[in-house]
């Protein structure tokens, strides 16, 4: 089959590699009827390491399921699947709690030696937890939204509930990529009075109002801490999503928090320590956050996208073919694309 790998920064080849096949009883093979460029892709793509091997790179998709491990009972060849971006067994004590992400059998897809979603075909690990099966079609206009639950809407929803965002909140959105953006969506669904989004591109700006954004906050550092205590009475969000993973976007989260408020990181960090300790004991501040347990929220927000509440797959502004991922990789990085689909 056909599948993308990166070798290092910058590196992003097509090639031909062995088709996966099932190597545990209880796996799947599906093949992938869409995939996606994340922005965490982004952070190999700058650096990377030159290897020989290459990384095989992708960990949202949506596919069919062409064949099953013997030890497989709840999905079924033919099945239109969700696969989040961690496998998880679905049986062990954090599974049942909802913490897919810290399974005990789990994992995440686009390591080294597992295959990943940038590809024609992905052999998935533990498919009765892992997979969640869809009803819709493999030309359905919703698959954009659909895809979404592999990763940026799971993930946007993790913020917000790890932000305690609720009825009558004022909330912030640090970032205006994809996650932030279905963060936007996520806190609107839950209820939030006030949204304000911290982001400079206009283009982006307009999607987080039509998602259900209040304000927005384009300044930076003190500037934009000053800017959201004027626009929430003086005190700040009561929940903040860090959606960005860098020590700015962290320090300005906690700046802009309220006392008592919640910060909710699930931009994936490029700092060692995080920031604002002080601030963030003399204000009270939670912070928490991680890897979004993805597969435990497909079923909430399913129904939303399934009924036309939520349009998440909005944040797509451009399909290629897996000849055109390099080039998504590119006009990601340089922001001229949003978000990239892969239709393999
Ligand atoms: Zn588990």
Same mark, same amino acid.
């Given at each position: =089959?056909?599948?993308?790998l990166m070798?290092?920064?910058g590196?992003?080849?097509i090639?031909?590699?062995p088709d996966?096949?099932?190597?545990?009883?209880?796996d799947a093979?599906?093949r992938?009827? %869409?995939a996606?460029?994340?922005?965490?892709?982004l952070?190999?793509?700058n650096? $990377?390491?030159?290897?020989?091997t290459?990384?095989?790179m992708?960990? /949202?998709?949506?596919?069919?399921?062409?064949d099953?491990g013997? /030890?497989?009972r709840?999905?079924?060849p033919?099945?239109l699947?969700v =696969?989040?971006f961690?496998?998880s067994d679905g049986?062990?004590?954090?599974?049942r709690e909802?913490?897919?992400?810290?399974?005990?059998?789990g994992?995440f897809?686009d390591?080294y030696?597992?295959?990943?979603?940038q590809?024609?075909a992905?052999? !998935? *690990?533990?498919?009765?937890?892992? $997979?969640?099966?869809? *009803?819709a079609?493999?030309?359905?206009?919703?698959?954009p939204?659909? @895809?979404t639950?592999?990763?940026?809407?799971?993930t946007?929803?993790?913020?917000?509930?790890v932000?305690? !965002?609720?009825?009558?909140?004022r909330?912030?959105?640090?970032?205006?990529?994809?996650v932030?953006?279905?963060?936007?969506?996520a806190?609107?669904?839950?209820?939030? /009075?006030?949204? @304000?989004?911290m982001?400079?591109?206009?283009d982006r700006?307009? $999607?987080?109002?039509?998602?259900?954004?209040t304000?927005?906050?384009s300044? %930076?550092?003190? /500037?934009?801490v000053?800017?959201?205590?004027? @626009?929430t009475?003086?005190?700040?969000?009561h929940?903040?999503?860090?959606?960005?993973?860098?020590?700015?976007a962290m @320090?300005t989260?906690?700046e802009?928090? %309220? *006392?008592?408020?919640?910060?909710?990181?699930?931009?994936?960090?490029?700092y060692?320590?995080?920031p604002?300790?002080?601030?963030?004991?003399f204000?009270?501040v939670?912070?928490?956050g991680?890897?979004?347990?993805?597969?435990a929220?497909i079923?909430? $927000?399913?129904?939303?996208?399934l009924d036309?509440t939520i349009?998440?797959?909005?944040?797509f502004?451009?399909?290629v073919d897996l000849?055109? !991922?390099p080039?998504?990789? %590119?006009a =990601?990085?340089?922001?001229?694309?949003l978000?990239?689909m892969v239709? *393999?």
């Amino acid at each position: =089959m056909r599948a993308i790998l990166m070798y290092g920064a910058g590196e992003v080849r097509i090639e031909n590699v062995p088709d996966p096949r099932i190597e545990e009883p209880t796996d799947a093979i599906i093949r992938v009827v %869409r995939a996606s460029i994340c922005g965490s892709d982004l952070w190999p793509y700058n650096d $990377l390491p030159t290897s020989e091997t290459g990384r095989p790179m992708g960990h /949202e998709a949506i596919g069919i399921v062409e064949d099953v491990g013997a /030890e497989v009972r709840n999905i079924e060849p033919g099945d239109l699947v969700v =696969m989040p971006f961690a496998f998880s067994d679905g049986t062990c004590a954090f599974c049942r709690e909802g913490l897919h992400t810290a399974c005990v059998h789990g994992g995440f897809f686009d390591g080294y030696g597992l295959s990943a979603a940038q590809a024609e075909a992905v052999r !998935v *690990p533990y498919a009765d937890g892992t $997979l969640y099966t869809i *009803p819709a079609g493999e030309d359905d206009a919703l698959l954009p939204s659909l @895809l979404t639950l592999s990763d940026v809407m799971g993930t946007g929803h993790h913020a917000a509930v790890v932000a305690n !965002v609720a009825p009558g909140h004022r909330v912030a959105v640090v970032g205006d990529g994809a996650v932030g953006l279905c963060g936007v969506i996520a806190a609107k669904r839950l209820g939030a /009075e006030q949204i @304000l989004i911290m982001g400079r591109h206009a283009d982006r700006i307009a $999607l987080a109002r039509e998602f259900g954004a209040t304000d927005v906050v384009s300044e %930076r550092g003190g /500037e934009a801490v000053e800017r959201v205590r004027e @626009l929430t009475g003086g005190h700040g969000a009561h929940s903040v999503l860090e959606c960005v993973g860098t020590a700015d976007a962290m @320090l300005t989260s906690i700046e802009i928090a %309220r *006392p008592g408020g919640a910060v909710g990181r699930v931009g994936v960090p490029h700092y060692d320590t995080i920031p604002g300790a002080a601030q963030t004991f003399f204000k009270n501040v939670i912070v928490g956050g991680g890897p979004a347990p993805a597969r435990a929220y497909i079923e909430e $927000l399913l129904t939303d996208i399934l009924d036309g509440t939520i349009e998440p797959g909005r944040v797509f502004d451009r399909t290629v073919d897996l000849d055109g !991922v390099p080039d998504g990789y %590119r006009a =990601m990085d340089e922001r001229e694309a949003l978000k990239v689909m892969v239709k *393999p």
